[in-house]
């Protein structure tokens, strides 16, 4: 059973930074990413690194947002910097066998960004 585990979540002010982190019982996804959800809103994905290295990132958080992983601790990673309000909300890690599925996912961690 693959697990997931995010943390590095918080509260900020606008402008502010947070690094989440994903802690993982493996590395070797074909796509390994994070998701995000917002009250009342449907999850929609922030960003994925794949296995070839492509980084692909929604257009929303491009420029101000960074995947990147750490393979010999099985530990992926999420650099937010200038956060708006929009931003906040439960970030989930997600983990796919392929790159067109999600297989497996995290408890998710609260990020909350103030005005």
């Known amino acids: 059973e693959v697990q997931l585990a995010e943390s590095g979540g918080g509260s900020v002010q606008a402008g502010g930074s947070l690094r989440l982190s994903c802690a993982a019982s493996?590395?070797?996804?074909?796509?390994w990413g994070w998701f995000r959800q917002a009250p009342g809103k449907e999850r929609e994905a922030v960003g994925s690194i794949y296995s070839g290295g492509t980084i692909l990132y929604a257009v929303s958080v491009r420029g101000r947002f960074t995947i990147s992983k750490d393979s010999a601790k099985n530990t992926l990673y999420l650099q937010m910097n200038s956060l708006k309000p929009e931003d906040a909300g439960m970030y989930y890690c997600?983990?796919?066998?392929?790159?067109?599925?999600?297989?497996?996912w995290g408890q998710g961690t609260q990020v909350t960004v103030s005005s």
């Open positions: 493996r590395s070797t996804f074909t796509r």
């Open positions: 997600a983990a796919g066998l392929s790159s067109a599925e999600i297989d497996y």
